[in-house]
């Protein structure tokens, strides 16, 4: 009896050591070096009347201030306005390419947003190809507008797939029945799923609000200091101005102000998901619809065109350039002796230096995942703490998980030839919750029939998870690494900040060859860039199709 016990308790407390790292990890280089920064900045500024002198007292912050409240005002309310009635759409009516119009909705969140801003801005800016044919249109490619519609490619999808959620959550049944008794349609969207997709809706909108207050490309490369949102002023003061206190001071504002639109977010996307699925879903034809179907699918439509239009422009632009060059002037230029010159390296490294650190960082995260993983399997109780844990660090910014980095690590490290490891480390960051979730997912769907029975054959709990559940899971699994990678590879916000010359990516590449003017090289680096993410997003959905009919 006591070797039994001993058996029964070696593997409880090994999974529960296999949760280490994945904590460590987020603990030692995200959460224990931004809360000394946080330290740092309040003792050394002055505590709360310091706070406040940074935050309103000085001009520029207290723009920065406004500039981020207004942004993400107006991004939030258009991606309502543009994303609601298509995401009722595509939740409330049949039509053929139902799941590949879900699929092409994840693009955007592998797209690298300084590939969009180029996009944007060829289309709307100077000599840009709609602003150029309809200049009465170009002041949708500078300043605010400009800022608000690259903000809009990222998150109208977000409003689109929480609305669909939400109209899906609604019950079946109840509609059903209100249709049987003769409810108009007006009747049963108040009485059965206007409640569930508003409240998706507003999932979508307020996440909108949080990542448009935070943009930090968008406002660099289209407007510029005077548009500077709260994030790209803690970059100007700690990498510019040299001011470290001001910047962790405003750091920590930011962190406080948006507290409020987080803890928003948490509570409607909680009710939401309690709501779960009432009952059997049944989207209606659009020849059965009157005239709101049609409407609302040339709204979505808009949407699609919209996304596709700006990525065609991106690879169109490398193409045929808009300075009037050689056909395919921004690839050539991109290995050019003056775009080597801008960088400080070649093209060549500058391709090896974005790959490397993607892999980095999909390794770095794979392993993790992994191990967490097999904790979760047995222990899914632990599921919602660990994955709250792991989003902590997206709720601080890129920007301040960069600059925590750069204060306490690299010198720790040994200085600026160690920067290659914090850049890695970031990008693994960012990635982790979206990699435990993809293979948290399908895990969780999974019969432990299989795993049993293996270990009723002696198999111990690591053989049988490995053999019986990882096989069924394979594109989970592969579908986390390609997440991680694809962030990595288009990251821009925390590399921007953390990279020196020989560490250049091919996003950080793109802003700096955009700064110079050096229009034909960012066209071709953009367009390699998106390239490169296309194949990504490929493969992942190609990856999760076989799951989807396997779970549906």
């Known amino acids: 009896m006591g070797i039994a016990r001993e058996r029964v308790a070696r593997p409880r407390f090994g999974e529960a050591g296999l949760l280490i790292p994945i904590l460590l990890f987020v603990l030692l280089f995200a959460l224990v070096p931004v809360a000394l920064l946080f330290g740092n900045g309040w003792v050394s500024g002055g505590g709360a009347a310091g706070l406040y002198d940074t935050v309103w007292r000085e001009a520029t912050n207290r723009a920065s201030l406004y500039n981020s409240l207004e942004q993400g005002a107006l991004s939030a309310l258009v991606a309502f306005g543009v994303g609601y009635p298509a995401g009722i759409f595509l939740s409330r009516y049949a039509f053929p390419g139902r799941t590949a119009a879900r699929s092409f909705l994840l693009l955007p969140f592998l797209l690298p947003t300084v590939v969009v801003v180029v996009g944007i801005l060829d289309l709307f800016g100077p000599g840009g190809t709609i602003s150029s044919a309809v200049p009465t249109l170009a002041w949708l490619g500078e300043g605010v507008p400009g800022i608000v519609l690259a903000n809009l490619v990222f998150n109208v999808p977000l409003v689109v797939l929480y609305t669909a959620l939400g109209c899906e959550s609604a019950s ?75 910047a962790s001071l405003l750091a920590l504002a930011a962190v406080l102000i948006l507290l409020v639109p987080i803890v928003v977010y948490v509570l409607l996307a909680n009710r939401l998901r309690e709501r779960g699925s009432r009952g059997p879903i049944r989207p209606q034809k659009l020849s059965r619809s009157g005239w709101i179907g049609p409407a609302f699918a040339i709204e979505a439509s808009l949407v699609f065109a919209g996304i596709a ?244």
Not at 187 to 211: E, K
Not at 358 to 385: D, I, K, Q
């Open 309 to 552: 239009i700006v990525l065609f422009t991106v690879l169109a632009r490398s193409i045929w350039p808009a300075s009037g060059g050689a056909f395919g002037a921004g690839w050539s230029d991109l290995v050019s002796s003056r775009t080597t010159a801008t960088l400080g390296i070649p093209i060549g490294n500058v391709i090896v230096n974005t790959f490397g650190f993607a892999v980095f960082a999909a390794a770095a995260t794979f392993v993790l995942v992994l191990l967490a993983a097999f904790a979760l399997r047995n222990r899914p109780r632990w599921e919602g703490s660990v994955s709250t844990y792991l989003f902590l660090p997206l709720l601080v910014s890129p920007v301040l998980l960069a600059f925590s980095l750069a204060e306490f690590w690299r010198p720790i490290l040994g200085g600026e030839s160690t920067v290659w490891v914090l850049i890695g480390v970031s990008q693994a960051i960012l990635a982790l919750p979206f990699a435990l979730q993809s293979v948290q997912v399908p895990l969780s769907s999974l019969s432990a029939a299989p795993s049993e029975a293996a270990r009723s054959l002696g198999a111990s709990r690591w053989t049988a998870f490995w053999d019986a559940d990882i096989p069924r899971i394979r594109n989970g699994i592969v579908t986390a690494g390609l997440f991680a990678f694809a962030i990595g590879l288009g990251e821009f916000t925390a590399t921007y900040f953390l990279y020196t010359p020989p560490f250049t990516t091919l996003s950080v590449a793109v802003y700096t060859l955009q700064r110079e003017r050096f229009s034909d090289a960012t066209a071709g680096a953009a367009a390699l860039l998106l390239v490169v993410s296309l194949a990504v997003f490929a493969i992942v959905v190609g990856m999760a199709r076989p799951r989807e009919r396997a779970y549906a």
């Open 172 to 246: 079946g049944d109840l509609e059903e029945t209100s249709r049987t008794l003769g409810a108009s349609p007006s009747r049963v969207y108040r009485d059965v799923w206007a409640g569930p997709s508003l409240i998706g809706a507003a999932v979508g909108v307020v996440l909108t609000f949080v990542f448009a207050a935070l943009a930090f490309a968008s406002p660099l490369m289209i407007c510029g200091p005077r548009c500077y949102t709260l994030e790209a002023q803690v970059y100007a003061l700690s990498s510019t101005f040299l001011e470290p206190t001001a």
